[in-house]
């Protein structure tokens, strides 16, 4: 790799590019660039082993750390759910498992799958890895916080894990840890548990900010020439926009979670009121439940945005390159994101309509959820429209973006149930919610996730992961998956409520027994499934076809990197220049199917071009 | 075997799926019926939408699956379509909220001729308490709530001498008499959720909610606790018997009143003087 590409510090204005632009000007110059305004960036290169793969600045390791460490709390995750299927399938086989664990492995099932997989997955796994290189930028703005993002996210992780084994276990206040009952006894993790909880969210808070205003500020400042913000790939803007929601969202979280810490070390009272237990008043008054709850999905909400809006994103993105078709409707899809996002901060009381707060909330918080699915449909339909008359590579890649629009059009329209105050109060608090929000934000934007691996893998390591074994992994985890949550929105119908450790003998849940084992059955396959991913992984890092520049043929600035996969400082000597929207594909009259950002209009001069 | 014929597969069985499911909503026996339509509105708009894209999105895949030869269209965007379907899903959109909201202004209005029962919640178990030949029930405090006053009633309010304490899991009520069911906690959260009246609501430690509704269906429900509570939440139950007007009045005369219990125990007295001051 070229380390001295820092020592021509040329001002852009002077290269040769744009000389012509300021010439005599009889035929303006259509390949004109407006020049870069600032100096390049100055990087740090590591020299050793730990500053280069372990404390290291570089945004390409730092996305791929997050992603090790993110899928292996999401393996946890993936086996405490094993435990609790286990539980409610064949409760007979798992007669070790008391209440206290089966509520301890439903919270950390939660917790983790919701903020310390997801989020740190799309952000800090596809976000470091993608923003530099999908902008042009050479690295993140500022990349010595960003490596402490992902230290942070670390210490995070490792004082949640801590979590296990301290006396009492983790907590089981359940992943909304709702107080009273999260702090009291009587839930399991009363004592240590929720603090280290509490604690590793502030931490994971703490480094999360860190690592998103590296992504903010490096999409605001750090794009390369003629990269305007109309032309940015949505996987970008997916991100950027979930970045500024969880930069609103996770404050509240934080203050939440400290003064829950506070009611709990100091015995403070900002969400106790004058409590009963065993006989004795304790020592609390005052404080308000609901209060924590509006502080809770004032985050919660907005977080499951901060999950979609990057799938969201990055789908457009692998319709468009693998059905060799623009994404259609581009700024239509833009603003949707940007509309997405805004409105996911006027709707978290959704979460609340049985709560007890003022019934009249239900009103204003319905109208604004519903609204929300007009947005969010437009960019359905901006997907599937981006189909039509496409010319669709059936590979792997494009079988998960299809089994994303299944599954999200799925478990968007049971959120209208639920958004709807009135149909959610007989379904609120069943496994209807369990099975609305698996299927909308767990198994979309996994199908997400996983086209997304086995489309940048050959970026990120060279080699194609094997097509074969990536159908199987696909219509395993699609079939199974969909077999666990699409009858177990049934089970909500019959009124089973979540959250129960057993059933016992509800008359009207006998029935339940049969799906309970099926279900169960199919999580098991599932989930072994993701196994066959990582022996892909493996096999292909060794052996795998390689991949060579551009296998997929696509039009965004990532593929263009002189060295596969990119080196640190990413782009050689000299940074790219764009001269398009990432969506050329199929252009009448150009040559190939695709017209590369980095094209200039002189090179493409006979094509019918319509947006640059 | 072609990726779009197992997706139309997919989409076909959760079709079938709906249709011969044997599960259900369990058989309502409130007035909240119109709950249940809200929900087979929601799934008819909501379903023909799934299937309407589902299909669309298979049947490109079949037609316009990659040819070398071929190119897609070249089409960035279409104002005209994108402007039929934001007004469509809009006005699909207002048919679900309307309908909802207007059952939900009834949900929130409580019918004035309801009987209002405090349903006590605490780790783990449910009381009762109904208002005596007053109407009305007697205010409440956690911190009297002792062996001897075990609802918290304060001795002060004459409203609470009358009221009939139910200290039972098991509470009646009386067919096609709309109830106001009014929530406390007197620890964590607690939901009083019986699935074939429909209707639910959080208990809150600090304050009283409420919901209300109709039985209308004579038999025997069971009640589960809906949010959770601790370790204890899955085995939280307690049982609701719904009576014809006469057998219900018989049940009612038979519990004990708030004065009853004082009498018996003998060890608290109402501060008679300091109402007559007042």
């Known amino acids: ?612 | 075997m072609h990726a779009g014929i197992i997706f139309f597969l997919v989409v076909l069985g959760s079709i079938l799926f709906h249709i011969f499911t044997p599960w259900y909503w369990t058989d309502i026996a409130s007035n909240w019926g119109s709950m249940d339509d809200t929900i087979t509105l929601t799934f008819w708009v909501g379903g023909v939408v799934f299937i309407t894209v589902c299909l669309f999105m298979i049947y490109c895949v079949f037609k316009f699956s990659y040819k070398e030869e071929r190119r897609a269209e070249y089409k960035p965007e279409d104002n005209k379509l994108e402007k039929i379907l934001t007004i469509a899903t809009t006005l699909g959109v207002i048919a679900l909220l309307a309908p909802g909201l207007i059952i939900w202004n009834q949900f929130v209005n409580v019918p004035k001729n309801a009987i209002e029962i405090d349903v006590m919640a605490w780790q783990w178990g449910w009381q009762y308490r109904l208002p005596g030949e007053d109407g009305k029930l007697g205010n409440t405090k956690v911190v009297n709530i002792n062996d001897n006053n075990p609802f918290g009633i304060i001795l002060d309010d004459p409203n609470g001498k009358d009221d009939v304490l139910i200290q039972s899991e098991e509470i009646n009520l009386q067919n096609n008499r709309p109830v106001k069911i009014l929530l406390r906690s007197v620890d964590v959260l607690h939901n009083w959720y019986v699935p074939q009246f429909r209707a639910k609501m959080d208990a809150v430690p600090g304050v009283v909610t409420f919901y209300w509704f109709e039985p209308n269906k004579v038999g025997e429900y069971e009640v589960l606790c809906a949010e959770y509570c601790g370790v204890g939440h899955y085995a939280m139950r307690g049982s609701v018997l719904v009576k014809d007007e006469q057998d219900y009045k018989n049940w009612l005369q038979e519990q004990e009143t708030f004065s009853e219990l004082v009498a018996k125990q003998k060890k608290i007295e109402f501060s008679e003087t300091k109402l007559a001051k007042k």
């Not at chain 1, 009952?181 to 004592?191: K, N, R």
């Not at chain 1, 790939?233 to 930069?247: K, N, Q």
């Not at chain 1, 199987?472 to 985890?477: E, G, L, S, Y």
């Not at chain 1, 050329?584 to 947006?611: C, L």
Request: charged share 10%; with cysteine; glycine share 10%.
């Open chain 1, 1 to 612: 790799m070229s380390e001295n590409y820092n020592d021509n510090k040329i001002i852009q204005a002077q290269s040769s590019e744009t000389v012509s632009a300021g010439g005599s000007g009889a035929t303006p110059d259509i390949d004109y660039v407006r020049p870069a305004e600032v100096l390049e960036q100055d990087l740090y290169h590591g020299h050793s082993f730990i500053t280069k793969w372990v404390f290291c600045q570089d945004a390409k390791v730092i996305g791929i750390q997050y992603f090790l460490l993110a899928t292996f709390t999401g393996i946890i995750g993936l086996i405490l759910s094993w435990l609790m299927r286990l539980q409610l399938g064949y409760p007979e086989l798992a007669g070790f498992m008391t209440a206290e664990h089966y509520y301890q492995f439903v919270t950390m099932h939660g917790m983790i799958m919701v903020v310390y997989f997801l989020t740190a997955l799309f952000l800090g796994g596809f976000g470091n890895y993608l923003i530099p290189l999908m902008t042009g930028a050479r690295d993140m703005v500022f990349p010595y916080v960003n490596m402490v993002s992902f230290w942070m996210f670390f210490v995070a992780v490792m004082v949640l894990m801590a979590s296990f084994f301290v006396p009492g276990g983790p907590t089981g206040a359940g992943w909304t840890l709702y107080p009273p009952q999260a702090i009291l006894e009587g839930t399991p993790g009363s004592g240590m548990g929720i603090i280290l909880m509490l604690v590793s969210l502030v931490l994971f808070v703490i480094g999360f900010t860190m690592g998103g205003l590296n992504y903010l500020i490096t999409v605001l400042q750090s794009r390369t020439r003629g990269m305007t913000l109309m032309r940015l790939p949505l996987s970008v803007w997916g991100i950027f926009t979930a970045t500024i929601l969880a930069m609103l969202a996770f404050p509240a979280l934080l203050v939440g979670g400290l003064m829950l810490v506070l009611d709990t070390i100091l015995g403070t009272s900002f969400f106790m009121p004058t409590i009963l237990k065993a006989g004795e008043v304790l020592e609390y008054g005052g404080g308000s439940p609901i209060l924590f709850q509006h502080l809770f999905w004032f985050f919660g909400h907005p977080e499951v945005y901060i999950v979609a809006l990057p799938a969201f994103g990055i789908v457009s993105d692998l319709i468009s390159v693998h059905a060799r078709k623009n994404i259609f409707g581009y700024r239509m899809m833009v603003w949707a994101i940007v509309a997405i996002g805004g409105l996911s901060f006027f709707v978290w009381a959704h979460h609340m309509y049985v709560s007890g707060m003022n019934p009249w909330f239900g009103f204003f918080f319905a109208s604004t959820t519903l609204i929300i699915a007009v947005p969010t449909a437009m960019k359905v339909y901006n997907w599937i429209l981006t189909l039509w008359r496409g010319n669709i590579r059936m590979n792997v890649v494009m079988l998960w973006c299809l089994g994303f629009i299944l599954t999200f059009v799925n478990g968007g329209i049971t959120g209208l149930f639920l958004g709807n105050v009135t149909v959610d109060v007989p379904l609120s608090d069943t496994y209807f919610v369990i099975a609305h929000f698996h299927m909308v934000m767990g198994i979309a934007p996994l199908m997400v996730i996983m086209g997304a691996v086995y489309h940048w893998f050959p970026l990120v390591s060279g080699r194609m992961l094997s097509e074969k074994l990536g159908k199987w992994h696909f219509w395993v985890t699609f079939l199974g998956a969909y077999s666990i949550y699409f009858p177990m929105h049934y089970l909500g119908f019959i009124g089973v409520p979540r959250r129960y450790f057993e059933m016992y003998d509800s008359p009207y849940v006998t029935s339940a027994v049969g799906m309970n084992e099926f279900i169960s059955m199919a999580a098991f396959l599932v989930g072994a499934a993701q196994f066959i991913l990582i022996y892909n992984i493996i096999k292909s890092l060794k052996t795998g076809k390689l991949a060579g520049k551009n296998p997929w043929k696509a039009n965004s600035l990532e593929w263009f990197t002189p060295t596969v996969p990119p080196e640190h400082g990413n782009w050689g000597n000299k940074l790219p220049i764009v001269y398009r929207w990432p969506y050329d594909y199929s252009v009448p009259g150009a040559k190939e199917d695709f017209i590369p950002q980095t094209t200039p209009p002189s090179k493409v001069s006979d094509t019918e071009v319509e947006k640059t």
